[in-house]
């Protein structure tokens, strides 16, 4: 996902909103990317749950498409 969260302070003031969402999740923010990404590793679908919390704490969030690409022999 892209966020606008852009600094530590602010992942910070957020981490309590979403260890609450995701309290069974992997999750971080990656500052360092020029897209502030937000990485989620969940088995439950919660992009829309995510979006609307950050938009709540006045963030954007976008989720990104991926393709997971499987290793062939």
């Given at each position: 996902?892209?966020?606008?969260?852009?600094?530590?302070?602010?992942?910070?003031k957020l981490k309590p909103y979403?260890?609450?969402?995701?309290?069974?999740?992997?999750?971080?923010?990656?500052?360092?990317d020029r897209d502030n990404i937000?990485?989620?590793?969940?088995?439950?679908?919660?992009?829309?749950?995510?979006?609307?919390?950050?938009?709540?704490?006045?963030?954007?969030?976008?989720?990104?498409?991926?393709?997971?690409?499987?290793?062939?022999n």
């Amino acid at each position: 996902m892209v966020a606008s969260v852009k600094t530590k302070i602010q992942a910070k003031k957020l981490k309590p909103y979403i260890v609450n969402l995701l309290s069974n999740a992997k999750w971080n923010f990656d500052l360092e990317d020029r897209d502030n990404i937000l990485r989620i590793d969940s088995e439950k679908n919660i992009v829309l749950e995510i979006i609307d919390l950050l938009n709540v704490h006045k963030f954007y969030c976008e989720e990104l498409e991926y393709e997971l690409k499987t290793r062939q022999n």
